[in-house]
């Protein structure tokens, strides 16, 4: 039971968020109804909006509540591109950590016994390899970030490898929303939605592909050394 609790409690913090209404204010409309009081909050506790900014990505990202899009544009809205980027990676890292672990815990024990030989063929894999796989997953802005925390942790992935994937992956994307998100003030004033087709546009998709790429050059060198050496 020990083992499940850390998930349920998860759970339970997620059916509270809906419950309550509170994942509306993850929306373009609950950032533009709150901005001028966000504001104010940074101004006058810069310290203490920096660490509620970092727990509430955390927490969203913990419960996989979606609006990480919301949240990291109005970092950089809200600390400017560099310092809303650096508390994005860390709210999302805290978060991706808390999931992966949750998830580990109470069902790793479950899939090792159902997946048997099987996970002990793919092991060897992921501690010689998952570092770069996932690195290099993590840079593409279109692969969904909850249900990779949520592989990695059923799959048997070393705490290591997954944060620093996690942390090394996701800074481009990072900065790439705060920077919407610095110029967002006059759209939000004309009640307009941000576009954010930028993001899969080919100037900065074609980039963050290339450094995928770049982040399975390793594993793909080994696997040629065994063919053809």
């Given at each position: 039971?020990?083992?499940?609790?850390?998930?349920?409690?998860?759970?339970?913090?997620?059916?509270?968020?809906?419950?309550?209404?509170?994942?509306?204010?993850?929306?373009?409309?609950?950032?533009?109804?709150?901005?001028?009081?966000?504001?104010?909050?940074?101004?006058?506790?810069?310290?203490?909006?920096?660490?509620?900014?970092?727990?509430?990505?955390?927490?969203?990202?913990?419960?996989?509540?979606?609006?990480?899009?919301?949240?990291?544009?109005?970092?950089?809205?809200?600390?400017g591109i560099a310092l809303g980027a650096a508390l994005a990676v860390t709210g999302a890292s805290l978060g991706a950590v808390g999931l992966f672990l949750a998830?580990?815990?109470?069902?790793?024990?479950?899939?090792?016994?159902?997946?048997?030989?099987?996970?002990?063929r793919l092991r060897p894999g992921l501690e010689r390899d998952g570092f770069h796989v996932l690195l290099a997953l993590r840079l593409i802005p279109l692969v969904p970030f909850a249900l990779l925390n949520l592989v990695c942790a059923l799959v048997g992935m070393r705490m290591g490898p997954f944060v620093a994937a996690t942390v090394?992956?996701?800074?481009?994307?990072?900065?790439?929303?705060?920077?919407?998100?610095?110029?967002?003030?006059?759209?939000?004033?004309?009640?307009?939605?941000?576009?954010?087709?930028?993001?899969?546009s080919w100037p900065v998709l074609g980039p963050l592909l290339g450094l995928a790429g770049l982040a399975m050059l390793p594993p793909a060198w080994k696997w040629w050394r065994a063919r053809h050496g």
């Open positions: 039971m020990r083992r499940v609790l850390p998930l349920l409690g998860l759970v339970g913090l997620l059916a509270l968020v809906w419950a309550m209404g509170w994942h509306q204010a993850l929306s373009w409309e609950g950032l533009a109804a709150r901005r001028a009081a966000l504001a104010e909050l940074v101004a006058a506790r810069p310290v203490a909006a920096a660490l509620g900014y970092i727990a509430v990505y955390a927490a969203a990202v913990a419960v996989s509540i979606p609006g990480a899009a919301v949240i990291t544009a109005s970092g950089g809205l809200l600390f998830a580990r815990t109470a069902l790793g024990p479950l899939l090792a016994r159902k997946a048997g030989p099987w996970l002990d090394l992956g996701i800074i481009p994307g990072a900065v790439v929303f705060a920077s919407i998100g610095a110029g967002l003030g006059h759209v939000l004033e004309a009640g307009q939605t941000p576009d954010l087709s930028v993001v899969v």
